[in-house]
């Protein structure tokens, strides 16, 4: 088997809709890509976890994997948690060469193009001159996480970031300050792949704070979104880093 298997790797999470979600946007990559091994893995409450499916991939004759993280911001979980759960599998699978690749966000121009589709699947348009958009993100204690999201929101017309925890402002504070330049309808776009519970109280704050908000669906399983998966994949199958990350 020349070709690299992609194992992609989700948090995980205890909303079952974010699982699902993950299994979608993991068929849409394979079916993009006929012929690669494509395989959904979890680091946490989901099943099968990444160990596992790095097992499975070598007792299936692999000699090389490029895990994929289903992450869209390199904060805590993409730079300790992945490396840590890659390491443990590795130092019993020594004859499997895995490379890691970077986040999805890591190149946020096609997302960015998914989450505009999104936006007019729920019925707005950046152009509207009226419209005022919270960039919804779930935050993190990594500032530099953040302040990428600020940067996107900051490429889009009237466009304010937000976050659900650990950082400024929250979703009814942007959406004030979206009202005091003259907003006058609120769009939500979530920079979330899946839903759940995180992005329930986003939702649930902007409705508190404008009833009639419209709430775009997160980016899901968007032919864009796995894409960029495969992407990501031939990234790491042709870095010059892959030889250097043997556990032999």
């Known amino acids: 088997m020349s070709e690299p298997a992609l194992v992609a790797v989700a948090h995980g999470s205890r909303d079952g809709r ?9 068929r849409a990559a394979a079916a993009q890509a006929p012929g690669l091994d494509v395989r959904l893995s979890f680091l946490d409450f989901n099943a099968p976890r ?19 993280p289903l992450l869209l911001g390199a904060a805590y979980h993409a730079r300790v948690d992945v490396p840590a759960a890659v390491e443990a599998a590795t130092t019993r699978l020594p004859h499997l060469r895995v490379t890691v690749a970077p986040v999805l966000g890591d190149d946020p121009a096609p997302l960015l193009t998914a989450a505009r589709a999104r936006l ?23 500032e530099r996480a953040n302040d990428v999201v600020r940067g996107l929101a900051a490429g889009l017309p009237r466009a304010v970031a937000a976050f659900a925890t650990s950082a400024e402002p929250t979703v009814d504070d942007a959406i004030a ?26 939702e649930a704050r902007a409705l508190a704070a404008d009833p009639g908000a419209i709430l775009a669906d997160p980016l899901g399983d968007h ?26």
């Open 18 to 26: 974010s699982a699902a979600t993950m299994h979608r946007l993991v």
């Open 177 to 202: 300050r979206l009202r005091t330049v003259g907003a006058q309808r609120i769009v939500v776009l979530p920079w979330f792949l899946a839903p759940g519970r995180l992005l329930d109280r986003v």
């Open 223 to 248: 032919p864009l979104v796995a894409a960029t998966m495969r992407a990501r994949h031939r990234a790491g199958a042709a870095s010059p880093l892959a030889a250097l990350v043997d556990a032999g």
């Open 50 to 68: 990444l160990p596992d499916v790095l097992h499975a991939v070598a007792a299936d004759g692999h000699r090389r994997a490029v895990v994929v």
């Open 120 to 142: 007019a699947e729920a019925g707005a348009a950046l152009d509207d001159p009226g419209i005022g958009v919270v960039l919804a993100a779930a935050g993190s204690s990594h």
